[in-house]
């Protein structure tokens, strides 16, 4: 166990809808990760918040979007789904900025039907 | 740009025999080298790092890896394959601060 939290494991929602995932970071770590494998894509960065504030970009959607809280649980909310959008969603998260190894979630997998 | 390449989609070995999964990196500076190892429905589970200092590191599970700036690869290494290494691999990189970048990963087979 990471230590990582995701929830839902499983989410599946028609096109053009929209979702939140969850994302509770290993406790004490400031630095949360998300990410999104699929078969074609592989494991693509999408978005890191530091401490509340987004930290990094990188090919996260215009539809998509991330916060994270003060309490340091994060959310991606995804909408206007497409067919494209199923994927699995990693969480991830890592003491602070500079780096250390990332501590991964078990993914919510998403199928958009 | 920074990004990582693991030029095998696939890796088979015998049980017993040695394994080598491959990767190189091109990032401009000193690079943070990592693997991390997926098993089916599970999220992935850091392995090893490379940060400085020896270019052999020692990880999880009996495994290592080499760092070679020469040759710009972090080939991961174990000298006794086991059934249940079977897994995807991934090799990744990252810059202080920075997210990690990762390779398509590598499927690594172990027959008995």
């Known amino acids: 166990d990471s230590g990582v939290t995701q929830t839902p494991k499983h989410l599946i929602t028609a096109t053009g809808q929209r979702v939140t995932l969850r994302c509770s970071p290993r406790s004490g770590d400031l630095s949360v990760y998300w990410y999104q494998q699929s078969l074609d894509q592989g494991l693509q960065f999408l978005i890191q918040y530091y401490n509340g504030e987004e930290r990094a970009k990188g090919n996260i959607l215009e539809r998509f979007s991330a916060q994270q809280f003060p309490d340091l649980h994060s959310e991606l909310n995804l909408s206007s789904l497409e067919l494209g959008d199923s994927a699995l969603y990693f969480c991830?998260?890592?003491?602070?900025?500079?780096?250390?190894?990332?501590?991964f979630g078990q993914g919510t997998r998403l199928t958009v039907v | 740009a920074q990004s990582v390449a693991q030029p095998e989609d696939q890796v088979n070995v015998a049980e017993g025999n040695p394994l080598t999964v491959k990767c190189t990196y091109s990032v401009s500076g000193n690079p943070y080298l990592f693997w991390y190892v997926q098993y089916p429905n599970r999220g992935l589970q850091f392995l090893l790092k490379y940060i400085t200092g020896d270019n052999l590191v020692k990880g999880s599970y009996g495994f290592e890896a080499e760092f070679n700036k020469s040759q710009t690869s972090f080939h991961l290494k174990k000298p006794s394959a086991l059934v249940s290494d079977s897994a995807l691999y991934f090799c990744?990189?990252?810059?202080?601060?920075?997210?990690?970048?990762f390779g398509k990963g590598t499927t690594l087979s172990v027959s008995s």
């Open positions: 990744a990189s990252n810059q202080a601060g920075t997210a990690l970048i």
């Open positions: 991830a998260s890592s003491p602070g900025g500079d780096y250390t190894e990332a501590f």
